[in-house]
């Protein structure tokens, strides 16, 4: 196993689609990371820590149907992972909520090749 393989990361994987500004993006990956964190149990958790701060990336998802995808294949993989869902309250989405990340990790890279699919996320 690579030292790339062997880091602990946690991953915000975040629809391109919805046109968010940089705050809400910002605000979104963060629910993804900190939800998929929680949902990870101590083990888990202790590892990603044991790295230092930890490794984030934040990767760029086309669309709603792709997320709903990548959630389902996260969960039968049996990776932490937490589906985000705007509540729509603000201006954003125009009072609908709406589903806009995925958080998935902490986990080893070699545990979710089928990330290696997409792009991370540039603006």
Not at 35 to 40: D, T
Not at 65 to 91: F, V
Request: include cysteine; hydrophobic fraction near 40%; charge should be neutral.
């Amino acid at each position: 196993m690579s030292e790339k393989d062997s880091t602990w990361k946690l991953y915000a994987c975040v629809r391109q689609d919805l046109n968010m500004n940089k705050g809400k993006l910002a605000s979104q990956a963060g629910h993804a990371f900190l939800e998929s964190f929680l949902a990870a149990g101590a083990t888990r958790q202790s590892a990603y820590h044991a790295d230092g701060l930890g490794t984030k990336i934040c990767l760029a998802i086309r669309n709603e149907m792709q997320l709903h995808l990548l959630y389902e294949q996260a969960k039968e993989a049996g990776l932490p992972c937490t589906l985000i869902e705007d509540s729509g309250r603000n201006t954003c989405f125009n009072g609908v909520p709406t589903c806009t990340a995925v958080g998935i990790g902490p986990i080893l890279a070699v545990e979710a090749p089928f990330l290696r699919k997409f792009e991370l996320y540039t603006q």
